[in-house]
């Protein structure tokens, strides 16, 4: 068993963790950074912590944030072209973080972590009621779903039974780092404990969308208290996109 809380050695960097699957610092599509000079800081100051490899991940949902995948590349390439002005090194990637619900559809195209891996999430209110059915779909149609920060499913707080079934049918878990250090809320984080010590996660990531983000992650790393927490768990980041 996982021991969340135990010493251990003091490491103040991200370097275990290597690659961030998760985040919006694509510029002006979603809620994370509003501009490029916005990203960049962000971009550099992930890097200087340890990170040294990307993949952006905006939201594509019907109701809010309707992107597609040329509107997401277009967005991207301005990014891309001004880190390299910039002279940031670390290599980024594009992707997308879909939202499940009435309007997602399995189709050809959607925009994978890679090879097929696909970042995706619900509602935190309430269940999506066919997720069983979608998760299928989706190995059928050959993705591989990556369900974003399941810790912060209220509904799952008092049914962790329905965590164990989509790991069964086959869905990978991805971790917030914000969870476990408390940013959410303790519920979330007293979630994030259990499915770590039940080794029901596969992937971590920042999640990234803003200072207040960047601020509480950097002291977390800093500290040396998110290596404590989770520096040993055995995250698939580098195995799988590094």
Not at 4 to 21: H, M, N, P, R
Not at 49 to 76: M, Q, R, W
């Amino acid at each position: 068993m996982l021991r969340f809380f135990s010493k251990k050695e003091k490491v103040t960097d991200l370097f275990w963790l290597g690659v961030d699957i998760h985040s919006h610092l694509i510029p002006g599509i979603d809620d994370g950074t509003a501009n490029t000079d916005e990203a960049l800081i962000y971009l550099e100051q992930l890097q200087e912590l340890g990170l040294s490899k990307f993949i952006c991940t905006p939201h594509v949902f019907t109701e809010l944030y309707p992107n597609t995948p040329e509107k997401i590349d277009v967005a991207f390439q301005h990014l891309q072209q001004a880190a390299a002005k910039q002279n940031f090194r670390a290599p980024l990637a594009a992707a997308a973080e879909y939202m499940i619900d009435d309007t997602f559809q399995v189709r050809d195209g959607l925009l994978c972590l890679h090879d097929r891996y696909l970042l995706v999430e619900m509602s935190y209110l309430s269940e999506f009621p066919n997720i069983d059915q979608v998760i299928f779909d989706l190995h059928i149609a050959g993705y591989k779903p990556v369900l974003a920060h399941p810790e912060r499913y209220v509904f799952y707080y008092r049914d962790r039974a329905r965590l164990s079934r989509l790991k069964e049918v086959g869905c990978l878990f991805q971790l917030n780092l914000l969870s476990v250090l408390g940013y959410y809320g303790p519920e979330a984080k007293n979630q994030a404990k259990y499915l770590l010590e039940n080794k029901l996660y596969d992937l971590a990531g920042t999640d990234l969308h803003h200072e207040r983000h960047l601020k509480v992650l950097k002291e977390g790393v800093k500290s040396g208290k998110l290596y404590e927490l989770i520096g040993n768990y055995g995250f698939k980041n580098r195995e799988l996109f590094g």
